[in-house]
């Protein structure tokens, strides 16, 4: 699988972003999506996931009642709508897929992932 983030731009705090993440091959619904960012200087965290079908989600606690994780499973792409976002949420997004039954929100459970897309929140 290979995968390719866009959405990434710079925005004021308040403001919002819609990242989307483009996955390659036939067998994009057999994989739990993960969303995942890195700031400068810090470890990698976790973000969002979903399920195969999409009806299942996950949030980090920083991110939760403001984000929003979805999929298109007929277009091969999953979404994180950001919105109310902070300065605090400045980082390199990354989305990453698993081939395992369930969601998870430890970044060594995921097999694939995309390059990255830079997400700076002015303050």
């Known amino acids: 699988v290979q995968l390719q983030a866009s959405g990434g731009g710079l925005v004021q705090a308040g403001g919002f972003l819609r990242l989307s993440c483009a996955a390659s091959g036939r067998t994009f619904s057999r994989y739990i999506m993960g969303w995942f960012r890195q700031a400068p200087g810090k470890e990698r965290e976790f973000v969002a996931a979903?399920?195969?079908?999409?009806?299942?989600?996950y949030y980090g606690d920083s991110v939760k009642g403001r984000f929003t994780i979805s999929r298109d499973n007929a277009k091969n792409t999953v979404y994180l709508q950001m919105n109310s976002l902070k300065p605090e949420d400045t980082a390199v997004y990354y989305c990453?897929?698993?081939?395992?039954?369930?969601?998870?929100?430890?970044?060594?459970?995921?097999?694939?992932w995309g390059q990255g897309t830079q997400v700076t929140v002015s303050s």
């Open positions: 990453a897929a698993a081939a395992r039954t369930y969601s998870s929100i430890t970044k060594g459970d995921y097999d694939y």
């Open positions: 979903i399920s195969f079908s999409g009806v299942n989600t």
